[in-house]
C-alpha cells in the first residue's frame, strides 16, 4: 500500500507541478469572425506577446479576445495560420504571461506522461494528464472539398474538454510538445508535435502570415524493413503509405496504398518529417521528386511533381 501510495504521490507532484507551470502561459479565447463567434485556447511562447494556437480555432478570424488565468484580458490579432499543419500564430497587444518554453515532440515514447492543459471559456484552468498512446498518426482535415492530411499527430489519452484545442500538451518538465487539435472519441486526445518541422512552420508564420509548401497528398507511418533491404539501403526503416488523397501529386504518379517509400530526393525516408521538410519551402513546388518505394519486395522508382499547395 505504502509503494501505491508513494506511486500516485509522485503522479499527482508531477501532474500539479506541471499544471503550475504552464497554466499562467495559457489564454481562453473569445474568436470573432465571419462565421460568428468561437472559442479555443492558445499559450504563450514568447516574450513578447506570441501565441500559439491551432489554425481551425481562429478560422475566418481577424482577431479576438485572450483571457489569462490570472483575469488578465488583452486583444489578439492573427498574423499567420497553416491549415495543413493545424498551427496558428496570435500576438497581444498587451500581456504579462510568461512564455511557455518549448519541448521537441521527437523526444517523446510511447507510455510517457503527458499533461493538456487548456483555458476553455467557463472551464478556466483545465488540466488533464495521460500517456502517450501512439505517435506518427495522420488526421484528415477537410477544406472544403478538398481532403488534407495533418501528418505526425501525437495520440493521447488525456480527455480533452470542448474549447480545449490549441492548449498546451506538456511532458513532465513542463515543456510544451504539442499543440492539442481535436478530439476523436471518448477517451481519446490528438496534439499537433513541436518539432523541428513545426518549428520552421511557426517561424514562417511569423515572419510572413504563411507558410508555402508543396503537396504530395500522400500520409504514412514508419514501418522495419526487411533486413536484406535494410541491409542493402543502409537504413531500417521505411514510410508505409496508409493515406492516399485521389488526384494528388502522389496518386498521379502511382503511388500505391501499402507502398514503403525508402527515399525522396534521394535522401533516405525514415519519418513523416522527412517528407514534411521536403514540401516546406518554394524549391520543391513544380520540380520533379524522384521516390523510390518497396513494392511487393521490389524497388521501384516513380516520378512525383509536387503542386503548390494554395
Sequence with gaps: MDTERDALDAYSRIVTTVAGQVLPSVAALAVRSRRGSGAGSAVTFTDDG?????????AGAGGGTATFSDGAEASFDVVGADHLSDLAVLRVRATGAPPAPLGDADRLRVGQLVVAVGNPMGLAGSVTAGVVSGLGRSLPAHDGRRVRLIDDVIQTDAALNPGNSGGALADSSGRVVGVNTAVAGFGLGLAVPINSTTRMIIGDLISSGRVRRAWLGVAGVPVPLPPAVAERLGQRKGLRVVELVPGSPAHAAGLLLGDV?????RQPVETVQTLQRLMLGTRAIGNPLPITVLRLNAL????ATPAELG
Excluded: M
Design 300 to 303: 521501384v522508382d516513380v516520378i
Design 261 to 265: 517509400v525508402v527515399s525522396a530526393g
Design 50 to 58: 506570441f501565441l500559439l494556437t491551432s489554425a481551425h480555432v481562429v
